[in-house]
């Protein structure tokens, strides 16, 4: 731990830390995914899942940035290298075997809503170990991955 003037205990940051660098590995995975499904997606709707999913990508990234940046805020470790991703993140594995346009809108569905609903569940826990401004992070991500959550799944109806 690095120090810091946040005034959140040591407890409870490393608690929070905890909790964003779960986050982070399902962030990170998922933006793989994306980009994955981006290279392979084949299809009639090929151009319009191609295009979306490098947006996706974009957003996902973002969101791994701002969700680092505050692991460091409260003098935490980021642990984002490949193999803390693939020991800690939570979602499935992303099918290699597959291009049509709706089987890959069916395993990203898969991703994207784990990503969104674990970040929902963090909010709360953030929120009741006292640290508004992660519950808040996390919210925002939530926003923003439920849009785009959204988007790929019109593409199922």
Known sequence: MHTTHVDLSLDIRQQVIAILNK??????????????????????????????????????????DEIAERIGQLGGVVTGNVQEVVKNTSLGVFPSDISKGEDIVGALVQGISTFANNCRKDIDNTDKLGDAVTADLLTAITRETDKYLWFVEAHQQ
């Open 23 to 64: 986050r982070l590995a399902d962030a990170v995975d998922l933006s793989i995914q994306v980009k994955l499904a981006h290279w392979n997606v084949r299809g009639k709707h090929f151009i319009a899942l191609h295009e979306l999913f490098d947006k996706v990508v974009d957003s996902v990234k973002n969101s791994s």
